[in-house]
């Protein structure tokens, strides 16, 4: 079963408005992380943002937030007043457990934003 | 200014021939990661390391082989037994659990 799911392939938003990028996981741990990365063409991967499993408000940094709804298992990413720099392809990512170091990413979703 | 460093980045091999992908980094972090990443996909845990002279397997590592005899370097080596390694290969490393990995530009590898 997929522990990590991004059901938007692709997206289009228009510059200055904000976009939602979809993140559902799947984890029995009662303690587990979230986490979003940002890579741009250039290949590297950038950490936007990240959520705890006990974290009683939702993460913000910067023009990214993070609406978490644990009770749905949902961690979506929030781009505010989307600038064209923004366009990449953007991975949600799970740690599971207290020690764990590995982390289990998504597919990916390819934001592009239009001017 | 800190950071990881891979070399090089683009590698092409030949089939039947190891190559050895460098990851520097000077962040003084404990722990290291080698991810794989094919088209269109996420990243996957080739193998990591929490500490010096410790080493463990990811989700795909057969194939592979990793050392780490110093904190700062963490070189993956791509054998001849990994059948299908045409893929872009990144390194990672970590301060601690809750913050994100930093990670570095990656080696693009192509088997000719």
């Known amino acids: 079963a997929q522990k990590i799911t991004q059901t938007q392939p692709g997206m289009f938003v228009q510059e200055k408005e904000a976009v939602t990028l979809d993140c559902t996981y799947d984890?029995?741990?009662?303690?587990?992380?979230l986490f979003w990365y940002k890579q741009p063409s250039s290949g590297e991967m950038i950490f936007l943002i990240y959520?705890?499993?006990?974290?009683?408000q939702n993460a913000t940094e910067g023009r990214y937030s993070l609406n978490f709804q644990k009770a749905r298992k949902s961690a979506n990413l929030v781009i505010s007043a989307s600038q064209l720099g923004d366009s990449a392809m953007y991975f949600c990512?799970?740690?599971?457990?207290?020690?764990?170091?590995?982390?289990?990413f998504g597919s990916g979703t390819r934001l592009l934003v239009r001017p | 200014d800190g950071g990881i460093t891979q070399s090089p980045k683009y590698l092409f091999r030949k089939e039947g021939q190891n190559v050895t992908l460098s990851c520097e980094q000077n962040?003084?972090?404990?722990?290291m990661y080698w991810y794989r990443q094919d088209p269109g996909q996420g990243l996957r845990l080739i193998y990591y390391?929490?500490?010096?002279?410790?080493?463990q397997k990811g989700d795909i590592a057969e194939g592979y082989s990793v050392s780490r005899e110093k904190k700062e370097s963490f070189p993956l080596t791509v054998t001849s037994a990994q059948k299908n390694p045409t893929a872009f290969y990144l390194c990672?490393?970590?301060?601690?659990?809750?913050?994100?990995?930093?990670f570095g530009s990656g080696t693009r590898l192509t088997v000719v």
């Open positions: 990512a799970m740690r599971e457990g207290d020690s764990s170091y590995k982390l289990i």
């Open positions: 984890t029995s741990d009662p303690s587990y992380g």
């Open positions: 959520q705890g499993s006990y974290d009683q």
């Open positions: 962040l003084n972090h404990d722990a």
């Open positions: 390391s929490q500490i010096v002279n410790d080493f």
């Open positions: 990672a490393s970590l301060p601690d659990h809750n913050k994100g990995k930093t």
